[in-house]
């Protein structure tokens, strides 16, 4: 069984400041895991991901993720916010046993940028 | 371009109408799946497909029905629509390795 809790459905930071979003996960077997971000009115998309590679993993709009096995954690970070950041973001956790693939999703951190 | 198209993107219907909504991918993937996106609760799976002709039920399958006679092709089948169906619905699909999903863009649907 795997699972995701995104702690606080809603972040607001100032323009320029850091952007920290929060995520902790379960899984019996090691994950895969990811961040997704959805801007107003469209679908979901890629942001980053870690694969048991690196575990700072670095991904677009100047996002990364580290993640951190004893803390069961993939929070997201940007060093500094910008307008075009405000969108609704989720972690999600895949099982890396293969055959029945599954992505599941948390329930989301709505992020807005006060100008 | 690689992409995901789900139809309609918006639809409003009765209860008890039978309706479908499409998805179709140009990418070859072998998994394709269905959500449904609900407020506070986040995006959860109503069924996925490993390959063509292999489907299973995902954690909200109750009131849904897929199938997958073409690999690019998984539609999503309301039989009889009632109002707790109203919801935001997106169709992905991902090749096996790596495993990363490609979305549409969603199809709002409204039961009323």
Known sequence: A????????HVSVSEG?????????????????F???????????????????????????GFEAE???????FHLTKPSAHMSDAAEYFCAVSAKD???????????TRLTIIP | EAQVTQNPRYLITV???KLTVTCSQNMNHEYMSWYRQDPGLGLRQIYYSMNVEVT??????????????????????????????TSLYFCASSSREPFVLT??????????
């Open chain 1, 2 to 9: 795997q699972s995701v809790t995104q702690l606080g459905s």
């Open chain 1, 17 to 33: 400041a850091l952007v920290l979003l929060r995520c902790n996960y379960s899984s019996s077997v090691p994950p895969y895991l």
């Open chain 1, 35 to 61: 961040w997704y971000v959805q801007y107003p009115n469209q679908g979901l998309q890629l942001l980053l991901k870690y694969t048991s590679a690196a575990t700072l993993v670095k991904g677009i709009n």
């Open chain 1, 67 to 73: 993640f951190k096995k004893s803390e069961t954690s």
């Open chain 1, 98 to 108: 293969f055959g029945n693939e599954k992505l599941t999703f948390g329930t989301g």
């Open chain 2, 15 to 17: 209860t008890g109408k």
């Open chain 2, 56 to 85: 299973d039920k995902g954690d909200v399958p109750e009131g849904y029905k897929v199938s997958r006679k073409e690999k690019r092709n998984f539609p999503l089948i309301l039989e009889s629509p009632s109002p707790n169906q």
């Open chain 2, 103 to 112: 979305f549409g863009a969603g199809s709002r649907l409204t039961v009323l």
